[in-house]
């Protein structure tokens, strides 16, 4: 029993707990909100429900202790009080309560995306069920928008933690060869956060498709959430955009910690030109998610008080339907939106520029060609992505003068982008390339995010986007970048890092076939997407002309085999976890810090911190003349010097 | 990747070369960064409502919230910045009593701010519903209480750990940590202020 | 086999695969309409699209193939058959090649930039004085067309005569909607609280639709009405049929929905009566 207080079950408990009180005590004593419609739960309820649930979790886990202890000034912890709330001696309870350590977050993640990437996978396969042929029979068409809407949020959700979370934490201190991050509590309250997020953001069909019981009472606006629309839609948006918004505080509060540890913790010798360029990516993502993470959470908030307080932000009085004075203004909730949703399809995939890189660099036994250029041009992508996201607007009718400006940097950003390109190609050629899963995923990325980037460039011209906009095209656009770009680095990287983050090897045979199945279901399927969408369907509905029905009934034959390749990953991720074959060291003979430990990673990481002489790449060459010889190998020395 | 061991003992704690309190401003600055741009975002609604309004902006017969009060308020917040200064260089030139004080003086302030502006909310001329500009005054005031309720237990810590001596001149990097989310929690009003009253909206 | 054999051996195969492939695109561009794989050419607008569309196909041929020649090569030819027992070469990156990448990208985008900017200033061309002004009111989740020049006639279905210009005002009484006629290249955001505009000549006589582009709520998937581009006599008639109260023909297009759900107008306002919030 003193095991359970504090850990995840009673946050758990405790959170239920806070969520009933908080929601039921607003609704019978402070008063009625609006739609009165489901039993005792309106929106403000529902809002003071969540905060209620998040102070329940937050006080079941322990995390109120160091702040309060700090506040009371008791005696600053110890380091065997550090390590304790790190994990040692905590066995498998480590992972089920407030853990500091990084690898232990690491892995809470690990586990916590891949169950959004199903969750959210299951919404793209309930879309395609409905969609394999024309007539909306499946579901009712509000509750296909729903599904629509949470598939796209939860997706969006997914990509932005899977690389930051899961790898920024595990792999990043140790590369950079650090003990830990720079926050290990923070670090544990943002993953603490993120849970109980995913927890309200799952309400959304709870109350909004059955206690709402209305095809209306779900979420009608896609992950764009406009304004006018989010401000009218069904009941199921206040568990959304919530959710959504602690998500939000989750990442930025990862970015803000990742951040701080590249730039204050790398061990000595570890110069920003030594820096792999895994590192380089999750950073820029880092940056990304901190300063765009603010716009879309300005937006969620202000439709969050649109709703429950009919404030004016985006509601626009128009017409016989007016509840409040309106002066809202539409273009301002994409605005707000778009800078954000911009910059993060870049926060999604940086850090799979930076991994591809390297496990390219790894299994073809040769150093990166051109890492001034691998690093200009992510940091290049960082820069640029902030300047471009009235694209999303060229037909919204806001500020026509301006659209050649946003035209040209859209362009613009493909250059950065093509010096990545160039990395890739340089490093391949002439390589000894061992194809493993890992690398046959980081192959693919080249392919389909190479579709991706060339169909992004018909969508930065103005007249092309006219008619592409809102439509499938564009949809299959940014599959093939988020899917095909950063979904499949994701790939790459957990059959790369999985042998160190769980000292066993995934399985290559079942690797091979999830890799095919993949390549095959995504291509097939997101090909034939483009033919729908330059043949003129739009994006989002639950039924279409007949014109459209072949194409639509491959898409959906082959998003079928996509999801069940995925299955075939899931399943070897918990088979080989719980009997794969023991992984040493190194098994690839890669040369970056994180392969110099023992597996399984010993709790403070290094014995010693190491002093770093040379740069990840040394592959084919000896160390260049004028550097410090270097003490250990790096080869395939199994272990860290000293 | 070829590591060494390192040839020399080490400074910090059990054998990393980390400056703690470096790190700790560093992760503190990007922290309110973080906080700031999320406030340009609320102030940006603010301007682009005002610019690109329609009739429900400022609606016929709304009042402006009451000056003074909004000014005495706005004083009280940046006093607050000022004396949590003071104290910060009296620390730095080791004087104990000279932070005790200033940072319990700082804290009071700050929750006087904090209550009186509860309060004030509670009195104002328009409700949520009268227009944008309503929305938006209400919007930005609320963000700033809850700046504030972070802020008053952060002060509260800090006068604490003045008394128990916590701080010397050359223990500071918590107390300038705290100082920059202090500084921008002080400096927020003021900004709303300017851009909602000071500029009147219905001009 | 050497470094140089290599690379000539990848480059003859990249220019044999882009003239290929240019050589097919060029063939099958044309006839894409006539499949149905691109919605019908019926606007000045459209045509204008459709050959840059072409354009960027063209230059976007010899990158695709740039990349993915010299990745597969490279995994088909460098592959080692298990673990590697030796490194590949310590190249750290060509000078020369990188410049070279650097610049030909520069001009590339250059272009594109360029050509896209010219395509996009002969499209925002000066109207005509014979302009037809047409009211486009976008409603959950029917479209709502009124003509100012005749009298504000008005109708949820849209009649439009060949070869002149049309000049679409578009606003929303509700949320954000997208006007979207795919024939005619015309796609531009019903705002609530704004007007957007956005010009275009039909030049075909024959039925199409009008779709709504933006997702706007339950019934999104059926706000879709037909267009009918007609001569100018039929347009006159249709004109006088709407001032003397009557309702429009309606020809079902031969690729809608089965038009509209039945009753979409009393749906709409039910729904929207329950959760205004
Ligand atoms: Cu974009
Ligand atoms: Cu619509």
Same mark, same amino acid.
Not at chain 3, 57 to 82: E, H, N, Q, R
């Given at each position: 029993?003193?095991?359970?207080?504090?850990?995840?079950?009673?946050?758990?408990?405790?959170?239920?707990?806070?969520?009933?009180?908080?929601?039921?005590?607003?609704?019978?004593?402070?008063?009625?909100?609006?739609?009165?419609?489901?039993?005792?739960?309106?929106?403000?309820?529902?809002?003071?429900?969540?905060?209620?649930?998040?102070?329940?979790?937050?006080?079941?886990?322990?995390?109120?202790?160091?702040?309060?202890? !700090?506040?009371?000034?008791?005696?600053?912890?110890?380091?065997?009080?550090?390590?304790?709330?790190?994990?040692?001696?905590?066995?498998?309870?480590?992972?089920?309560? +407030?853990?500091?350590?990084?690898?232990?977050?690491?892995?809470?993640?690990?586990?916590?995306?891949?169950?959004?990437?199903?969750?959210?996978?299951?919404?793209?396969?309930?879309?395609?069920?409905?969609?394999?042929?024309?007539?909306?029979?499946?579901?009712?068409?509000?509750?296909?928008?729903?599904?629509?809407?949470?598939?796209?949020?939860?997706?969006?959700?997914?990509?932005?933690?899977?690389?930051?979370?899961?790898?920024?934490?595990?792999?990043?201190?140790?590369?950079?060869?650090?003990?830990?991050?720079?926050?290990?509590?923070?670090?544990?309250?943002?993953?603490?956060?993120?849970?109980?997020?995913?927890?309200?953001?799952?309400?959304?069909?709870?109350?909004?498709?059955?206690?709402?019981?209305?095809?209306?009472?779900?979420?009608?606006?896609?992950?764009?959430?406009?304004?006018?629309?989010?401000?009218?839609?069904?009941?199921?948006?206040?568990?959304?955009?919530?959710?959504?918004?602690?998500?939000?505080?989750?990442?930025?509060?990862?970015?803000?910690?990742?951040?701080?540890?590249?730039?204050?913790?790398?061990?000595?010798?570890?110069?920003?030109?030594?820096?792999?360029?895994?590192?380089?990516?999750?950073?820029?993502?880092?940056?990304?998610?901190?300063?765009?993470?603010?716009?879309?959470?300005?937006?969620?908030?202000?439709?969050?008080?649109?709703?429950?307080?009919?404030?004016?932000?985006?509601?626009?009085?128009?017409?016989?339907?007016?509840?409040?004075?309106?002066?809202?203004?539409?273009?301002?909730?994409?605005?707000?939106?778009?800078?954000?949703?911009?910059?993060?399809?870049?926060?999604?995939?940086?850090?799979?520029?930076?991994?591809?890189?390297?496990?390219?660099?790894?299994?073809?036994?040769?150093?990166?060609?051109?890492?001034?250029?691998?690093?200009?041009?992510?940091?290049?992508?960082?820069?640029?992505?902030?300047?471009? !996201?009235?694209?999303?607007?060229?037909?919204?009718?806001?500020?026509?003068?301006?659209?050649?400006?946003?035209?040209?940097?859209?362009?613009?950003?493909?250059?950065?982008?093509?010096?990545?390109?160039?990395?890739?190609?340089?490093?391949?050629?002439?390589?000894?390339? !061992?194809?493993?899963?890992?690398?046959?995923?980081?192959?693919?990325?080249?392919?389909?995010?190479?579709?991706?980037?060339?169909?992004?460039?018909?969508?930065?011209?103005?007249?092309?986007?006219?008619?592409?906009?809102?439509?499938?095209?564009?949809?299959?656009?940014?599959?093939?970048?988020?899917?095909?770009?950063?979904?499949?680095?994701?790939?790459?990287?957990?059959?790369?890092?999985?042998?160190?983050?769980?000292?066993?090897?995934?399985?290559?045979?079942?690797?091979?076939?999830?890799?095919?199945?993949?390549?095959?279901?995504?291509?097939?399927?997101?090909?034939?997407?483009?033919?729908?969408?330059?043949?003129?369907?739009?994006?989002?509905?639950?039924?279409?002309?007949?014109?459209?029905?072949?194409?639509?009934?491959?898409?959906?034959?082959?998003?079928?085999?996509?999801?069940?390749?995925?299955?075939?990953? +899931?399943?070897?991720?918990?088979?080989?976890?719980?009997?794969?074959?023991?992984?040493?060291?190194?098994?690839?003979?890669?040369?970056?810090?994180?392969?110099?430990? %023992?597996?399984?990673?010993?709790?403070?990481? +290094?014995?010693?911190?190491?002093?770093?002489?040379?740069?990840?790449?040394?592959?084919?060459?000896?160390?260049?003349?004028?550097? %410090?010889?270097?003490?250990?190998?790096?080869?395939?020395?199994?272990?860290?010097?000293? | 990747?070829?590591?060494?061991?390192?040839?020399?003992?080490?400074?910090?704690?059990?054998?990393?070369?980390?400056?703690?309190?470096?790190?700790?401003?560093?992760?503190?600055?990007?922290?309110?960064?973080?906080?700031?741009?999320?406030?340009?975002?609320?102030?940006?609604?603010?301007?682009?409502?005002?610019?690109?309004?329609?009739?429900?902006?400022?609606?016929?017969?709304?009042?402006?919230?009451?000056?003074?009060?909004?000014? $005495?308020?706005?004083?009280?917040?940046?006093?607050?910045?000022?004396?949590?200064?003071?104290?910060?260089?009296? $620390?730095?030139?080791?004087?104990?009593?000279?932070?005790?004080?200033?940072?319990?003086?700082?804290?009071?302030?700050?929750?006087?701010?904090?209550?009186?502006?509860?309060?004030?909310?509670?009195?104002?001329?328009?409700?949520?519903?009268?227009?944008?500009?309503?929305?938006?005054?209400?919007?930005?005031?609320?963000?700033?209480?809850?700046?504030? =309720?972070?802020?008053?237990?952060?002060?509260?810590?800090?006068?604490?750990?003045?008394?128990?001596?916590?701080?010397?001149?050359?223990?500071?990097?918590?107390?300038?940590?705290?100082?920059?989310?202090?500084?921008?929690?002080?400096?927020?009003?003021?900004?709303?202020?300017?851009?909602? =009253?000071?500029?009147?909206?219905?001009? | 086999?050497?470094?140089?054999?290599?690379?000539?051996?990848?480059?003859?195969?990249?220019?044999?695969?882009?003239?290929?492939?240019?050589?097919?695109?060029?063939?099958?561009?044309?006839?894409?309409?006539?499949?149905?794989?691109?919605?019908?050419?019926?606007?000045?607008?459209?045509?204008?699209?459709?050959?840059?569309?072409?354009?960027?196909?063209?230059?976007?041929?010899?990158?695709?193939?740039?990349?993915?020649?010299?990745?597969?090569?490279?995994?088909?030819?460098?592959?080692?058959?298990?673990?590697?027992?030796?490194?590949?070469?310590?190249?750290?990156?060509?000078?020369?090649?990188?410049?070279?990448?650097?610049?030909?990208?520069?001009?590339?985008?250059?272009?594109?930039?360029?050509?896209?900017?010219?395509?996009?200033?002969?499209?925002?061309?000066?109207?005509?004085?014979?302009?037809?002004?047409?009211?486009?009111?976008?409603?959950?989740?029917?479209?709502?067309?009124?003509?100012?020049?005749?009298?504000?006639?008005?109708?949820?279905?849209?009649?439009?005569?060949?070869?002149?210009?049309?000049?679409?005002?578009?606003?929303?009484?509700?949320?954000?909607?997208?006007?979207?006629?795919?024939?005619?290249?015309?796609?531009?955001?019903?705002?609530?609280?704004?007007?957007?505009?956005?010009?275009?000549?039909?030049?075909?006589?024959?039925?199409?639709?009008?779709?709504?582009?933006?997702?706007?709520?339950?019934?999104?998937?059926?706000?879709?009405?037909?267009?009918?581009?007609?001569?100018?006599?039929?347009?006159?008639?249709?004109?006088?049929?709407?001032?003397?109260?009557?309702?429009?023909?309606?020809?079902?297009?031969?690729?809608?929905?089965?038009?509209?759900?039945?009753?979409?107008?009393?749906?709409?306002?039910?729904?929207?009566?329950?959760?205004?919030?």
């Amino acid at each position: 029993m003193r095991k359970l207080v504090p850990s995840y079950f009673a946050g758990a408990v405790l959170g239920a707990i806070g969520f009933f009180l908080g929601s039921q005590y607003v609704t019978h004593f402070i008063g009625a909100g609006n739609a009165p419609d489901g039993p005792n739960f309106d929106q403000q309820g529902l809002v003071i429900g969540f905060i209620g649930l998040l102070f329940g979790w937050l006080l079941g886990i322990g995390a109120f202790k160091y702040p309060f202890s !700090w506040l009371l000034a008791m005696k600053d912890p110890d380091h065997e009080e550090e390590m304790r709330l790190a994990g040692k001696d905590a066995g498998v309870m480590r992972y089920f309560r +407030f853990t500091t350590d990084h690898k232990v977050v690491g892995i809470q993640y690990l586990v916590v995306t891949m169950l959004m990437l199903a969750l959210g996978g299951l919404g793209a396969m309930l879309i395609r069920t409905e969609l394999i042929t024309p007539g909306a029979k499946a579901f009712p068409t509000g509750t296909y928008n729903t599904i629509v809407s949470m598939h796209g949020m939860l997706m969006i959700l997914t990509t932005i933690s899977f690389f930051i979370g899961p790898f920024g934490n595990f792999v990043v201190p140790i590369m950079i060869g650090a003990r830990d991050m720079a926050f290990p509590r923070l670090n544990a309250l943002s993953f603490a956060l993120l849970f109980p997020g995913l927890v309200i953001f799952m309400m959304t069909p709870i109350f909004g498709l059955i206690i709402m019981n209305g095809d209306g009472g779900g979420v009608q606006t896609g992950w764009t959430v406009y304004g006018t629309l989010a401000d009218q839609t069904g009941i199921g948006m206040t568990p959304l955009a919530a959710g959504v918004l602690l998500i939000g505080a989750s990442s930025i509060m990862g970015a803000v910690n990742l951040v701080t540890t590249v730039i204050t913790m790398r061990a000595p010798g570890m110069t920003w030109t030594r820096l792999p360029m895994t590192v380089w990516g999750i950073f820029g993502a880092a940056l990304l998610a901190a300063i765009g993470t603010g716009a879309f959470s300005a937006d969620l908030l202000l439709i969050l008080l649109d709703r429950i307080y009919k404030t004016s932000f985006f509601y626009v009085a128009t017409g016989g339907n007016a509840v409040g004075a309106g002066g809202g203004s539409s273009w301002l909730s994409q605005n707000l939106f778009w800078f954000f949703g911009h910059p993060e399809v870049y926060l999604i995939v940086l850090p799979a520029f930076g991994i591809v890189i390297d496990i390219l660099v790894v299994f073809g036994r040769k150093p990166l060609f051109g890492y001034k250029m691998a690093v200009l041009g992510i940091m290049g992508v960082v820069v640029l992505s902030f300047l471009v !996201w009235a694209h999303h607007e060229f037909v919204s009718g806001w500020a026509p003068e301006i659209r050649p400006f946003y035209m040209a940097t859209t362009e613009m950003i493909s250059i950065p982008t093509g010096l990545v390109f160039l990395v890739v190609l340089g490093t391949l050629w002439r390589g000894r390339l !061992w194809m493993t899963t890992a690398m046959l995923f980081a192959m693919s990325f080249i392919w389909n995010f190479l579709i991706g980037g060339l169909t992004g460039v018909f969508l930065s011209d103005v007249p092309a986007d006219v008619q592409l906009h809102g439509g499938m095209f564009v949809t299959a656009h940014f599959h093939y970048t988020i899917v095909g770009g950063a979904l499949m680095g994701f790939f790459a990287a957990v059959y790369f890092w999985f042998p160190k983050m769980t000292g066993r090897m995934l399985d290559e045979r079942l690797g091979k076939i999830h890799f095919w199945g993949t390549q095959i279901g995504f291509n097939v399927a997101f090909l034939a997407m483009f033919y729908v969408g330059l043949q003129g369907m739009p994006r989002r509905v639950a039924d279409y002309a007949p014109i459209f029905a072949p194409a639509n009934f491959v898409i959906s034959i082959f998003a079928f085999i996509l999801a069940a390749s995925i299955l075939v990953f +899931f399943y070897n991720v918990i088979a080989s976890w719980v009997a794969g074959e023991k992984a040493v060291a190194n098994p690839w003979g890669a040369k970056s810090l994180e392969w110099l430990v %023992p597996t399984p990673v010993p709790l403070e990481n +290094f014995e010693e911190i190491p002093v770093v002489a040379s740069g990840p790449y040394d592959y084919g060459e000896p160390v260049d003349s004028g550097k %410090p010889i270097p003490a250990a190998g790096g080869g395939s020395a199994g272990q860290v010097a000293g | 990747m070829a590591t060494s061991i390192p040839a020399s003992g080490h400074a910090a704690p059990h054998g990393d070369s980390v400056d703690h309190d470096l790190k700790l401003r560093r992760g503190m600055l990007f922290y309110v960064l973080t906080d700031v741009i999320f406030v340009i975002f609320l102030l940006t609604t603010y301007v682009w409502l005002r610019a690109f309004h329609g009739d429900g902006w400022f609606p016929q017969g709304t009042k402006l919230p009451d000056q003074q009060t909004v000014y $005495i308020l706005t004083g009280l917040c940046v006093l607050s910045g000022i004396f949590y200064f003071i104290g910060f260089m009296g $620390i730095r030139n080791g004087s104990q009593a000279t932070l005790t004080i200033c940072m319990a003086v700082a804290t009071v302030l700050a929750i006087a701010a904090l209550s009186g502006q509860i309060r004030f909310m509670g009195h104002l001329p328009f409700t949520t519903g009268d227009g944008s500009y309503a929305s938006t005054y209400i919007m930005l005031s609320g963000y700033h209480i809850y700046h504030m =309720l972070l802020g008053t237990f952060l002060g509260i810590g800090v006068t604490n750990r003045a008394l128990r001596g916590r701080y010397s001149s050359d223990r500071t990097s918590g107390l300038s940590a705290i100082g920059y989310y202090w500084y921008w929690m002080a400096l927020t009003p003021v900004l709303v202020t300017l851009m909602m =009253l000071v500029l009147p909206p219905n001009s | 086999m050497n470094e140089p054999q290599h690379l000539r051996r990848a480059a003859l195969i990249w220019l044999v695969l882009t003239v290929v492939s240019l050589v097919a695109a060029w063939i099958i561009g044309p006839q894409l309409a006539s499949w149905g794989s691109i919605p019908p050419v019926a606007s000045n607008r459209a045509e204008d699209v459709d050959k840059l569309l072409g354009i960027f196909t063209l230059l976007s041929i010899p990158v695709f193939w740039l990349v993915v020649v010299f990745a597969g090569y490279a995994a088909f030819t460098f592959k080692s058959d298990g673990r590697p027992d030796r490194d590949g070469p310590g190249i750290r990156g060509h000078m020369p090649t990188q410049v070279t990448w650097v610049i030909v990208s520069v001009i590339l985008v250059s272009f594109l930039f360029g050509y896209g900017l010219y395509a996009y200033n002969s499209l925002q061309s000066a109207s005509a004085a014979n302009t037809l002004v047409v009211h486009v009111n976008g409603e959950q989740w029917l479209w709502n067309y009124s003509f100012p020049q005749y009298g504000n006639a008005s109708s949820t279905t849209l009649e439009l005569p060949v070869n002149r210009p049309v000049r679409f005002d578009i606003t929303s009484t509700d949320v954000q909607h997208s006007f979207w006629v795919p024939a005619m290249d015309v796609k531009q955001d019903a705002v609530p609280g704004v007007t957007t505009h956005i010009s275009a000549t039909p030049t075909q006589i024959g039925s199409y639709e009008v779709r709504c582009a933006e997702l706007c709520g339950v019934y999104h998937s059926y706000m879709e009405t037909p267009l009918l581009i007609v001569s100018e006599s039929d347009f006159e008639s249709y004109i006088a049929t709407l001032q003397s109260g009557g309702s429009a023909r309606i020809a079902s297009p031969a690729n809608a929905l089965a038009w509209m759900v039945p009753d979409a107008d009393s749906r709409a306002s039910s729904i929207r009566e329950g959760w205004v919030a």
